[in-house]
């Protein structure tokens, strides 16, 4: 059950995108994860951020006047396991299937707004650093073309990227 408990609050930190340095706040303890156990499972809690100290995940620390738990470069590391070549591959993929999903043609364009509205949120923080080498190697690779409208850097798809979709 602790190993359960750990694996929770790991997953908080990746559902919130948590950097090395952000923080869980006692708050979401008490409130989020204390009410979802039962009280046999709510004993748990301690050991399980204790063995997470120990692993050298996280870090506890005073934050706001309240306990809060603070990712640690390897905590970081073990939630977002380092693979560039998997995390350009679903950026593409992201980008092909949003000009798929507007039906786009040879010249249309997805733009700044779509990559952070659409785009990012779907990204880890460890994804989000492949961004701009993906997009780069979809340029490379003759799929979009980058261009500057309106002082925004927009996809433009192109032939190549056209073929590849449809």
Same mark, same amino acid.
């Given at each position: 059950?602790?190993?359960?408990?750990?694996?929770?609050?790991?997953?908080?930190?990746?559902?919130?995108?948590?950097?090395?340095? &952000?923080?869980?706040?006692?708050?979401?303890?008490?409130h989020e994860l204390r009410p979802s156990l039962n009280p046999k499972e709510q004993m748990e809690i301690e050991p399980a951020i204790d063995d997470l100290r120990t692993q050298g995940?996280?870090?506890?620390?005073?934050?706001?006047?309240?306990?809060?738990?603070?990712?640690?470069?390897?905590?970081?590391?073990?939630?977002?396991?380092?693979?560039?070549?998997?995390?350009?591959?679903?950026?593409?993929?992201?980008?092909?299937?949003?000009?798929?999903?507007?039906?786009?043609?040879?010249? &249309?364009?997805?733009?700044?707004?779509w990559i952070l509205h659409q785009l990012m949120p779907t990204l880890s923080p460890r994804e989000r650093e492949q961004l701009d080498p993906a997009i780069h190697d979809m340029a490379q690779e003759g799929l979009v073309d980058l261009d500057t409208r309106m002082r925004m850097t927009a996809l433009v798809l192109t032939q190549k990227g056209f073929d590849a979709i449809y």
């Open positions: 059950m602790k190993q359960q408990i750990a694996a929770r609050i790991l997953d908080q930190f990746v559902t919130m995108s948590a950097r090395v340095g &952000h923080c869980i706040g006692e708050r979401w303890i008490l995940l996280i870090e506890v620390d005073r934050r706001v006047g309240m306990r809060a738990l603070v990712l640690t470069a390897a905590g970081y590391d073990a939630i977002y396991p380092s693979d560039p070549d998997t995390a350009k591959r679903k950026i593409r993929e992201a980008i092909l299937n949003g000009f798929s999903r507007s039906n786009s043609r040879v010249g &249309h364009c997805l733009d700044e707004r």
